[in-house]
């Protein structure tokens, strides 16, 4: 009752039914253009958003199968919780993007028949930085991976174990540099 009380003293005076006719019809196309563009702008912001929710997706999938490749390998990890190593759901995880998706931060649960944990890891993404990247798969390069399980210890007391994924490079990796000539100064 207020509302149109209000609204009815904001109005305009009336003027000649002509001219009004011409005004009401002119209102119409604002209104509609209005309506077109603020529809057009919410449609785009939310596709805009989807798809970064996917292309995150896609991310998380992409590394965390990668993980779960190394840790299925690593005989630390299936003696920790055993096998068949499970990867838990994907809104438990922790995903941080940075440097335009070239680089990301991880992390997300495990479990196995012996005990639960978490995996850590940091990578980097190879190949083109270019729009067509965006389509396509990825290769991701995991720089740092760590896990940390809850196992059931002696007399019945969790035990916390922290593990590297990543194998050290072996001493037979490393060779003494030749081709360097040391400079007296």
Known sequence: MLARRLSSFF??????KASSAAKSVDEEKSKSFGRKAVSFVLITVTG?????????LAIYHSCSSKAMEKASKNQAVIDAIGEPIKKGPWYNASLA???????????FPVSGPQGNGIFQLKAVRNGDP???AFLGPRDWEILIMDARFHVPGNEGQQQ???INLLDPFSPSDCKACTDCKTQVS
């Open 160 to 162: 916390t174990l922290k």
């Open 48 to 56: 805009g958003v989807a798809l970064s929710a996917l292309d995150d």
């Open 11 to 16: 109005k305009s005076p009336p003027t000649s």
């Open 97 to 107: 993007v940075t440097h335009q998706r070239h680089s990301v931060s991880c992390t």
């Open 130 to 132: 270019g729009w067509f």
